[in-house]
């Protein structure tokens, strides 16, 4: 199945850190969402970008849209041990069919 | 205003059976899409349905399958089923397939033996 390049994989960071992941295609999207999934858990949405270039914060997290839109970053500062789990980055295709590609997922842990 | 659930949450199954699993939207969304998601293959996309019809489907057999009913809840069926399909089977509800927002429910885990 399709899927998105996600790095890293996984980090395991000391709490308080700062986190950078991205996630990129070889396709263009017009809309990138970024998801955190608990274990046993359905993805629980974090935040939805959709123009090239757009920054945007939730709390402690803030992510990029890409200008290629191709890419899009996910930074997380002060790590704490509840932001452990993986998050997913999802890309909204723009031509033919509506649906999403979701990236492989960086599995995050946090030493507290 | 509740979120997306599905039922049941987990489900032992045996190969060759069929099986039927549900999910409810947040109230005002009317469109409905469902995810199998694997340790190997991710979240895969199989389907999205909005006001009752299938709108895309993924790369999946046709053993996989769907409907959505008029309150917008919607069921997928998947028959004869074989050890790979052991998965957790998540929908995701968004206010229709224009609206780029999806919220995912917790997810059917299930296991065929």
């Known amino acids: 199945g399709q899927q998105l390049n996600q790095s890293p994989q996984s980090m395991f960071i000391q709490e308080g850190e700062d986190v950078s992941m991205n996630c990129t295609s070889s396709s263009i999207f017009n809309t990138w969402l970024w998801y955190k999934q608990d274990p046993g858990e359905g993805p629980v949405l974090l935040i939805a970008?959709?123009?090239?270039?757009e920054l945007t914060s939730n709390g402690r997290l803030t992510a990029q849209f890409g200008i290629t839109r191709k890419d899009s970053f996910l930074n997380i500062s002060a790590s704490i041990p509840s932001d452990v789990g993986i998050y997913f980055c999802a890309g909204h295709f723009t031509s033919g069919t509506y649906k999403y590609i979701f990236g492989t997922g960086t599995r995050l842990k946090v030493l507290a | 205003k509740a979120g997306v659930t599905q039922t049941p949450r987990y489900l032992i199954k045996t190969r060759g059976q069929q099986v039927t699993l549900s999910c409810s939207p947040i109230?005002?969304?009317?469109?409905v899409s469902w995810y199998q998601q694997t340790p190997g293959q991710g979240l895969q996309f199989l389907f999205e349905?909005?006001?009752?019809?299938?709108?895309n489907k993924g790369n999946f057999p046709g053993r996989f399958s769907g409907r959505q009913f008029s309150n917008s809840r919607s069921e997928m069926n998947v028959s004869t089923l074989e050890l790979g399909d052991s998965a957790l089977y998540l929908c995701?509800?968004?206010?229709?397939?224009?609206?780029?927002?999806?919220?995912f429910g917790p997810g059917t885990r299930l296991t065929v033996t």
């Open positions: 970008l959709y123009k090239a270039g």
């Open positions: 109230s005002g969304h009317r469109s």
């Open positions: 995701a509800s968004s206010f229709s397939p224009g609206v780029y927002e999806q919220y």
């Open positions: 349905y909005f006001s009752e019809t299938q709108r």
